[in-house]
């Protein structure tokens, strides 16, 4: 099925993804393996497949030279995946801040604002979406390592925080986000008083949009297999774009897209449903942690 072209604004990496999921398509629709289809446009099979998996634009003579190869030329699959090729090379809006960032960084957002819906698991402290500005201001000011040479400054680091809310909560088409925290983080102070009750007000009204689900899992429940660390399952409502499951960790940061590790996460969030409260409960304990 040909991927959608108004899907390409999500960003320049969904973009990339979906070029390259229509080329696969018209390689397989020709029947011709990945190295014959390169030797027949002059090209390695490395760049090819570097195409076909969103790792690389092609360069406007490829371009045409796919285009002619398919026998596309003229037609709706021309255009659009013209259209991809162009958004694939457009800037995010990140990059009007001026914030230099991490490639790892960088990756999380272009996911984030091009999922339709965000699962995660956080151990420690309240998701960034969910983050009041003081909140995310103590959050990074004891979390920043003071050797960590890619780190943005403080301000920045809260600014970015600030615009990534902003990107997706007022979107056109808002993601479903679905955040679940051990009662741990509710009792851990972070900043002064008036920073976690700001924060507390914060999460408990967010968490009543249809959109935002928001769970506590408290003490009570005891062990469960995710409170060994934190993740992010992103979910995308856009062409054949596969799921992806961010890990991260103080030494550790991955991007998993295969279906195994991705299945193992979705398994460990479902069983997370089986422990936490729901809606109302996860709120009115919220409240209650105000002081």
Do not use: C
Request: overall charge negative; hydrophobic content about 40%; proline content about 6%.
């Amino acid at each position: 099925m040909p991927v959608q072209v108004e899907s390409a604004h999500r960003g320049p990496r969904i973009s990339r993804l979906l070029l390259g999921l229509e080329f696969r398509r018209l390689r397989d629709e020709r029947g011709e393996q990945l190295q014959e289809t390169a030797k027949l446009l002059l090209i390695s099979s490395s760049k090819l497949s570097r195409i076909e998996t969103g790792q690389a634009v092609p360069r406007p003579r490829d371009l045409r030279d796919l285009i002619k190869h398919f026998g596309i030329e003229g037609t709706e699959a021309a255009a659009r995946v013209r259209a991809l090729a162009e958004s694939a090379m457009e800037p995010g809006w990140w990059t009007e801040l001026g914030i230099a960032m991490p490639s790892r960084l960088e990756t999380f957002i272009e996911y984030e604002n091009a999922a339709a819906e965000i699962s995660s698991h956080e151990p420690i402290v309240f998701p960034g979406l969910l983050q009041t500005a003081d909140y995310a201001r103590a959050v990074v000011t004891d979390l920043t390592s003071t050797d960590a040479i890619d780190a943005p400054p403080i301000d920045d680091q809260v600014a970015l925080r600030m615009a990534r809310q902003e990107h997706v909560f007022d979107a056109p088409t808002p993601p479903v986000l679905r955040t679940a925290f051990p009662e741990s983080v509710l009792a851990r102070p972070v900043g002064t008083t008036a920073v976690m009750n700001a924060q507390l007000t914060l999460l408990a009204e967010r968490s009543e949009d249809e959109n935002t689900h928001v769970h506590v899992i408290p003490n009570s429940a005891g062990l469960y297999r995710a409170m060994e660390g934190g993740f992010t399952i992103f979910s995308f409502a856009i062409g054949q774009v596969p799921d992806v499951v961010n890990t991260e960790s103080v030494l550790t940061n991955f991007f998993y897209t295969t279906e195994e590790v991705v299945a193992k996460h979705r398994a460990l969030f479902n069983e997370l449903g089986r422990k936490w409260l729901d809606r109302k409960e996860s709120r009115d304990m919220i409240m209650s942690y105000r002081r």
